[in-house]
């Protein structure tokens, strides 16, 4: 990392007399300071020069010829200016709060989907601020919102370079992208790099654990939680997952005992206790899954997914009456949001009728228009009623605001069963592809797929496809 030989403000001190023995201490000093930053830059791999000439002439003095000259070129060049910042040093960098204020208004941007504008303003953060990782952090999730990955690797690697390596937050976010991507063996030594920048960055240990647990490594996912409470200290998160490790091995005692010091350590966790109502369900103590469900909405009465979870689970267990109550309740507390009604329409349409459903529907695409399962379940329940030709428009409208995401994949695959029950079986054929290039993975398609071959009477293109569905999973 490049660093100025003098200040741009104030201006060099001018050196009044050869002889002044006094005069070269200044001069000395911020050559050794080149010297040091010439020496990082090399260690870094990047372009420096060479500074012991430099050094050796200073310690002298400035009485020799090489010595006055280097003072009139110390008078008129910033050395070691970083040629990336040439914008930013022609002029006075602007207060602080202004990336505050920056920061914010890329967030706006990038929650109305304005992503260039986003972008510009996060280089111009950075432009001015490149020690600041948290530029860097949301330029690289910026790019992964657009699937840009390339981009976003880009930018968390130029922000771990620009921090020297110290920011524990863009390590673990490129760690998580690169755990996304299936690349393993990356994240894990990029969640590595992060808790070596910082011990004490609880995302790090706990992303990483979550990794190990993915992957099958329980005994190193207990490991890498244990490591971070003795770190960290007691968090609610690692309690949390402790917590769901025991469930797993239907160990119900000590999984409770984990929660209560998830809900000690912050009671105002929603998660936490939807995770424990969850955990009380599968124990089938349903008594006691409903006191937490109220504990969750307590802590946090504008939480979409408490509202939501509770309902269903009054659904399962037939109160349809209340649980049509409790998701009038979330969206009354969460207006704009889309989900709660789309839950209650789908609600009304299961128990009530396909008008009312038909309203909610409405009305919950107009208050999110990009909110794809909305327009897929709309789709769903007009072919359910024997409208082909709106679930078909209702379908193209999902696909309209993402073409290539999961949602998209299960849109196609509604798609191709309602041209398949409809006689189209060469466009069903298509839209199932389709669906299976976004997500290989889909056993439902892959049998559905399959059920059409079948049903045209080709029992062997049939169980070729079953083949391949197999053959995708022993793959991954």
Not at 364 to 382: K, L, N, T
Request: glycine content about 6%.
């Amino acid at each position: 990392m490049a660093m100025r030989l003098f200040p741009s403000s104030p201006t060099p001190p001018i050196f009044q007399s050869p002889s002044a023995k006094a005069s070269a201490a200044p001069f000395s000093i911020r050559l050794h300071r080149a010297r040091a930053a010439a020496a990082f830059a090399a260690a870094a791999g990047e372009p420096g020069r060479d500074t012991a000439g430099y050094e050796e002439e200073a310690v002298g003095g400035v009485n020799e010829p090489f010595g006055r000259g280097m003072v009139e070129i110390a008078r008129k060049v910033p050395l070691f200016e970083p040629a990336r910042v040439d914008a930013a040093a022609s002029g006075e960098r602007p207060l602080p709060i202004n990336l505050e204020l920056w920061l914010y208004r890329a967030k706006v941007h990038t929650r109305k989907y304005e992503f260039s504008d986003a972008e510009k303003v996060l280089n111009k953060c950075i432009l001015y601020w490149p020690e600041d990782g948290r530029p860097y952090v949301a330029l690289g999730k910026l790019y992964s919102k657009q699937l840009r990955f390339d981009k976003a690797r880009a930018a968390y690697e130029r922000g771990c370079q620009a921090t020297q390596g110290e920011n524990p937050y863009i390590w673990q976010c490129w760690a998580v992208l690169e755990r996304k991507g299936g690349n393993i063996r990356r994240a894990r030594e990029l969640f590595d790099a992060a808790t070596v920048a910082d011990t004490k960055h609880i995302a790090a240990w706990h992303g990483w654990a979550i990794l190990e647990i993915k992957q099958g490594n329980i005994k190193k996912a207990r490991n890498l939680l244990a490591k971070g409470l003795k770190y960290c200290g007691g968090n609610e998160y690692i309690y949390q997952t402790l917590a769901l490790l025991e469930a797993r091995a239907e160990r119900f005692e000590q999984a409770r005992t984990l929660f209560e010091q998830a809900t000690q350590y912050n009671p105002k966790s929603c998660a936490s206790w939807l995770a424990w109502a969850q955990i009380e369900i599968r124990a089938e103590n349903y008594g006691m899954a409903r006191k937490l469900f109220e504990k969750a909405v307590q802590a946090s009465p504008k939480n979409r997914f408490s509202w939501h979870v509770w309902a269903l689970f009054e659904v399962d267990q037939g109160s349809i009456d209340k649980a049509r109550k409790l998701l009038k309740i979330g969206h009354a507390v969460n207006p704009r949001d889309p989900v709660i009604l789309q839950s209650l329409a789908l609600l009304e349409y299961n128990y009530s009728s396909a008008n009312v459903a038909r309203v909610l529907f409405r009305k919950a695409s107009q208050i999110d228009p990009r909110h794809q399962p909305v327009w897929i379940a709309w789709g769903w329940m007009e072919w359910k009623e024997g409208n082909a030709r709106t679930a078909r428009t209702l379908y193209q409208r999902a696909l309209s605001v993402n073409s290539t995401n999961e949602c998209a994949a299960r849109c196609l695959q509604a798609w191709g069963v309602l041209e398949q029950r409809a006689g189209n079986y060469t466009t069903a054929r298509r839209l199932l592809r389709s669906s299976l290039s976004i997500n290989s993975q889909s056993e439902v398609t892959w049998m559905t797929w399959a059920a059409l071959e079948e049903e045209q009477g080709d029992q062997v293109r049939a169980e070729e496809i079953r083949n391949l569905y197999f053959q995708q999973v022993s793959l991954d």
